[in-house]
């Protein structure tokens, strides 16, 4: 029988550990994926129940915060207009 060294027991809860991270991180996913999608599907549901004047304005007010163009697009929704210093920022960098 051979009996591990103590270098090579820490090297395996090292490794232990590191998996259990990963199975931790993950998990996190998961749950954020899950907490997303619950509180779209209540805010959809809240929204159906504001009046026909109320509606819109809720909308645009989240909409606002779908930043990334790729989203909005996907979403059938303008680009946003930034403000005219961002815009000359996002145009230089670009160049």
Avoid: C
């Amino acid at each position: 029988m051979t009996r591990k060294t103590i270098a090579q027991k820490i090297a395996a809860k090292e490794l232990e550990l590191n998996q259990l991270k990963q199975e931790a991180a993950r998990q996190n996913k998961k749950d954020d994926t899950r907490r997303k999608i619950l509180i779209g599907a209540a805010t959809m549901s809240y929204f159906k129940m504001l009046s026909d004047e109320k509606r819109p304005r809720a909308w645009a007010a989240v909409y606002e915060h779908v930043t990334k163009p790729a989203d909005r697009k996907f979403l059938g929704l303008k680009p946003l207009q930034l403000p005219d210093e961002l815009q000359q920022e996002r145009d230089s960098a670009g160049s």
